[in-house]
């Protein structure tokens, strides 16, 4: 393809992801940096972890933003009960009385799914995770003798944060499979906090999110023109280095005399981001790139999303472990504040 026709490619794809954020934003207020970082992931083609409490309007967000999409929107809600192949199928009694076996969510919109959500998902138990993880990593899945084919599927996914009881963690290794965890949380501002409360059109999902204009990305066509996206920006080799001493940090964060109130840094670490995460983080880093538009790295694209990639990735030493969401906060802000940020050429 010549240069011409793939700047307008760029381009084009770039006004329809925008106005995908813009109308978003207009259904789900005060998360427009979540709805930015979302937008990343679609365009890098990661799935994601979402963090927030309840009612703060996930599923509201991941229905409007599967609609601009396009595409089919699936959901199922982990419970400790759930088995493997209840995302596979579901049994139920026919009009004859008889037994009747049909798809499950995972499998019944076929190649046209483009957003699985599952809520919950600690408290599917480990067997359940295993699989999903499986179908997030190959994206097929054999069944009713045949091969289903997933090449569109973004999977979402949150955690009950309050409960413990009847609840399983997901382990590093599943952690890292997910490109980003990306937080929700209750808009500090009173006014939009207002609007949520008194506002009666934020109780009416489904009339919200149909406001999105549906279709805006074709979501058919995301892995063909992220792979184009991937490879048309560029990076310097200050900043490759500059990525590469970011990485170090992660592991061995006293290593660059990175210190935290009231923790032995030498002890902190486990370990620190794969190399699938910090693949991941060039990933989303070359697509806020290109919604900046702009065709090469800056440090600044690393920023925007090192904490969303990097974080969920870390793993602590069990006396830190309880204290993982503020400890991971302070360490990836300490990481960036003290590595060396190489001058733009």
Same mark, same amino acid.
């Given at each position: ?43 890098? *083609? ?32 982990? /419970? ?9 199928? +579901? ?85 890292? *499979? ?22 009666? #059109?934020? $109780?009416?999902?489904?009339? @919200? ?20 996206? $991937?490879?048309? &920006? ?8 500059? &990525? ?15 210190? @935290? ?6 002890? @902190? ?18 697509? +806020? ?17 090192? +904490? ?17 969401? @503020? ?10 504040? /003290?590595?060396?940020?190489?001058? #733009?050429?």
């Amino acid at each position: 393809m010549e240069s011409a026709a793939i700047d307008t490619q760029l381009a084009d794809w770039r006004t329809r992801a925008l106005k995908l954020e813009s109308e978003v934003q207009g259904v789900i207020v005060g998360q427009d940096a979540a709805i930015r970082l979302i937008n990343i992931a679609i365009f890098a *083609r990661g799935h994601v972890m979402l963090e927030g409490g309840v009612g703060v309007g996930k599923t509201t967000l991941l229905q409007s933003v599967a609609r601009g999409i396009g595409g089919a929107y699936e959901r199922i809600e982990g /419970t400790v009960d759930l088995m493997p192949n209840d995302l596979v199928y +579901h049994t139920f009694l026919g009009p004859e009385g008889r037994p009747q076996i049909d798809e499950g969510p995972l499998l019944r919109a076929g190649e046209k799914l483009s957003v699985f959500f599952f809520n919950e998902i600690n408290r599917a138990r480990p067997q359940v995770h295993a699989l999903m993880l499986r179908v997030m990593a190959e994206r097929h899945l054999h069944a009713f003798k045949k091969e289903y084919r997933l090449p569109h599927m973004v999977v979402f996914a949150d955690r009950n944060q309050v409960e413990k009881n009847e609840t399983f963690e997901i382990p590093s290794a599943a952690r890292d *499979r997910f490109m980003m965890e990306i937080g929700i949380d209750i808009p500090e501002d009173r006014e939009l906090r207002k609007s949520l409360v008194f506002d009666t #059109k934020f $109780q009416h999902a489904e009339k @919200l999110t149909q406001k999105v204009e549906s279709g805006l990305l074709a979501f058919d066509q995301l892995n063909d023109f992220s792979d184009l996206l $991937q490879n048309h &920006v560029q990076s310097s080799p200050a900043l490759e280095e500059y &990525v590469m001493d970011l990485w170090t940090a992660t592991q061995k964060p006293e290593s660059v005399g990175i210190t @935290l109130d009231g923790v032995d840094m030498h002890r @902190l670490i486990q370990a620190g981001a794969s190399p699938r995460g910090m693949g991941m983080l060039l990933k989303a880093a070359r697509v +806020h790139a290109w919604l900046m538009n702009r065709d090469y790295l800056y440090p600044e694209d690393i920023h925007a999303v090192f +904490h969303e990639v990097i974080a969920h990735r870390l793993v602590f030493n069990s006396m830190y472990e309880s204290r993982r969401t @503020l400890l991971s906060r302070q360490l990836t802000a300490k990481i960036l504040e /003290t590595v060396a940020v190489p001058a #733009k050429s």
